[in-house]
């Protein structure tokens, strides 16, 4: 049974720039892994996940995959063959255990993925792979016309996957879409980057009572993503 989202896998076209903006956003130095690897690619940790930022030859950066932590052998991850054509992969966390012990100046235990968005177009679809094949929690399935769709909650770790199915123009394949990250104090965060240089929209109220949010707008990657801080309560 899967018991955390390990490792969100970003793929881009250079690897340089990325790990530049991505550290003025997320602020704190990304390790790069050594040689004897085809990919280059760099990791930072956050509180409740790692981020692995990877060279690869794409167009334009975007969220490649998944690595999930369960109890498996093996050190090295293994892929999960899915209908879905996900990327998708399972190790037992060893790796990454650790790197967060080897590079404490390699976190921001600071900030968390809240939670990361996957559109499909078979919500049905995405049950039977992450809930039934794969053991995480669906936590919430609802209908949401307001939103777009039927959309799926799947929890683990402290980290939520929300998966839409839209309920017009369903996408021809499945891909990860967009990114929010949890600070504990947003207008101070907020401030920060905008001193960093990072443009962000006004905070605003957020969906779910007693939350606020911000949109940011530059050094993200081109991945749609927000800032959440949450209610007193999380």
């Known amino acids: 049974m899967t018991s955390s ?10 690897l340089a720039a990325a790990v530049e903006a991505y550290e003025r956003l ?6 790069p ?5 085809s990919e280059p690619r760099a990791w930072l940790g ?4 790692v981020l692995e930022i990877r060279q690869q ?3 334009c950066p975007g969220i490649v995959g998944l690595v999930l932590s369960a109890d498996t052998p093996s ?6 063959e899915n209908t879905r054509r996900l990327e998708l992969s399972i190790s037992n ?11 404490p100046e390699a ?31 669906l936590a919430l399935d609802k209908e949401a016309p307001q939103w777009g769709g039927r959309m799926l909650f799947f929890r683990a770790g402290k980290l939520t996957l929300e998966v839409i199915e839209p309920a017009t123009d369903k996408p021809e394949r499945d891909y990860f879409w967009g990114l929010a990250f949890q600070c504990p104090d947003i207008s101070a965060m907020a401030a920060s980057l905008s001193s960093n240089g990072v443009a962000l929209s006004d905070i605003r109220d957020g969906r779910k009572p007693g939350t606020r949010v911000a949109t940011v707008k530059s050094h993200t990657l081109g991945i749609p993503t927000l800032l959440i801080e949450p209610t007193a309560s999380v």
């Open 26 to 31: 997320l602020g704190a130095r990304f390790w």
């Open 93 to 103: 966390g060893c790796v990454t255990d650790n790197f967060r012990r080897e590079h």
């Open 5 to 14: 989202f390990e490792r969100i896998v970003i793929a881009v076209p250079d």
């Open 46 to 49: 956050l509180a409740n996940t």
């Open 75 to 80: 050190n090295n991850p293994v892929v999960v």
């Open 33 to 37: 892994l050594p040689g004897g690897r």
């Open 107 to 137: 976190q921001n235990l600071n900030l968390k993925v809240d939670h990361l968005v996957l559109r499909t177009a078979d919500a049905q679809a995405c049950i039977d792979l992450f809930s039934v094949g794969l053991g995480i929690r």
């Open 57 to 59: 030859k794409v167009e």
